[in-house]
């Protein structure tokens, strides 16, 4: 959306007056703090987009808007890059820790606070039904796909295939920081491929579940 310059208004200006200097250089500097302020508004969409990305403080006043922050009541441990653990902290789970940084999480970097704001969006606008969960659940992450076992008694399973989930976006998807399910349900378990293939089942083929040396046993997390 282009910005109006105060030569767009001056091209308004009838024949009648066209032609007056001092006339000109009134509506010119009646104009001009107008025109500044529509110039600045209009810089300030693209600073707040979230397809950008924003970054900083962009990403927190977004966050107060959309009612979310990038602190954690609870800090969140063992997401850190480590070699020869026995959790999922190593290529590709873990994140790379900053210099003094410390070992646990209190305050979610840019890149996570992004999927907090863009899950919070979508939920506000969810309704609550197992097909509008799949939709928002694109929306906030496009490469990676859900499944839901409903267990028809207020709880549900899910599945995550497409991609290797990194352990700071487990910890928020298991703490509850990421609000993808409806009030009063409970999500029992959460299960995640060890790699970025579909996941192993007996009996169906799908882009979602496939079977020997194809596909990839699952990893159960308890909330």
Do not use: C
Not at 43 to 68: E, K, N, R
Not at 89 to 114: E, K
Not at 148 to 169: F, K, N, P, R
């Amino acid at each position: 959306m282009a910005t109006n310059t105060i030569q767009d208004y001056l091209d308004l200006v009838t024949s009648e007056f066209d032609e007056s200097p001092n006339f000109l250089a009134m509506v010119s500097f009646g104009i001009s703090l107008p025109v500044q302020v529509q110039t600045v508004l209009q810089s300030m969409i693209p600073i707040f987009d979230l397809s950008t990305p924003p970054v900083g403080d962009q990403l927190d006043i977004i966050g107060a808007w959309v009612g979310v922050s990038r602190n954690v009541s609870i800090p969140i441990t063992g997401i850190y890059f480590t070699w020869d653990s026995s959790s999922f902290v190593g290529w590709d789970y873990g994140s790379w820790q900053p210099p003094s940084a410390p070992t646990d999480i209190t305050t979610l970097p840019d890149d996570a606070f992004l999927t907090l704001i863009r899950a919070k969006i979508a939920a506000n606008n969810w309704d609550g039904t197992i097909e509008g969960a799949y939709k928002i659940w694109d929306a906030v992450f496009p490469t990676l796909s859900i499944l839901i076992q409903d267990h028809q008694d207020m709880s549900y399973d899910m599945i995550l295939v497409g991609e290797i989930v990194d352990a700071l976006t487990l910890a928020l998807l298991t703490g509850g920081y990421l609000p993808l399910k409806p009030e009063g349900i409970r999500i029992n378990e959460y299960f995640v491929p060890v790699d970025s293939n579909a996941a192993f089942g007996w009996d169906v083929e799908s882009s979602y579940i496939t079977g020997w040396d194809m596909g990839s046993w699952l990893r159960e997390i308890v909330p």
